[in-house]
């Protein structure tokens, strides 16, 4: 949208009222006279700002305890073990099913300022009742989300229904990957 020839009022101030200016969000503004020109260009909409994060402690130390925290994470499989030398000032977290590591990543997600609470991602809860779930609903899941990361978590999680569907599927892509061949077990 564009108007020309507008005139200053006896404040100097040019006024310019349109309904629609409302759907856009930057204005550039054109001033020519007899003897020179000036441009600018306007934001009509506030700068967004950052989401802020709270990054204040919530819950005070321990003033008995060390004043460092940190955190680590180790993996063990079945048979191994580890030592904790000082096990009176550690707090332990075992993490041994999926309903633990979906809350550790909602929590993840609230740290970096993505909504846990989204669709998108309570979509992808259906994993935490894979084992629950009947075959129709199985095959609706799989069906519906298909990829290699599902597939590797059926192979693991329920190897029934991997060998009874998800091996025939990549077994009959005309085109096997990598991955495609891993899962099917080819050499």
């Not at 003897?35 to 700002?49: D, E, H, I, Y």
Request: proline share 2%; with cysteine; hydrophobic share 35%.
């Amino acid at each position: 949208m564009i108007a020309f020839n507008l005139k200053p009022d006896q404040d100097g101030n040019v006024i310019f009222k349109n309904s629609k200016l409302a759907a856009y969000s930057t204005v550039s503004i054109l001033v020519v006279d007899e003897n020179s020109v000036v441009q600018t260009t306007k934001n009509l909409q506030p700068a967004l700002q950052p989401a802020k994060r709270d990054l204040s402690l919530k819950k005070s130390l321990n003033e008995n305890k060390g004043l460092t925290e940190s955190r680590s994470h180790k993996c063990l499989f079945n048979g191994q073990s580890d030592f904790i030398e000082d096990i009176t000032s550690s707090e332990i977290m075992l993490v041994d099913d999926l309903v633990k590591v979906h809350q550790i990543q909602a929590e993840i997600r609230k740290i970096v300022g993505l909504d846990s609470g989204s669709s998108e991602w309570q979509k992808l809860s259906f994993v935490l009742q894979w084992n629950s779930l009947n075959k129709q609903t199985k095959d609706f899941y799989f069906g519906e989300y298909f990829s290699y990361e599902l597939s590797f978590f059926i192979k693991r999680r329920d190897p029934a229904y991997f060998e009874s569907v998800v091996r025939r599927f990549i077994s009959n892509r005309m085109e096997k990957s990598f991955v495609d061949h891993y899962l099917v077990d080819n050499d």
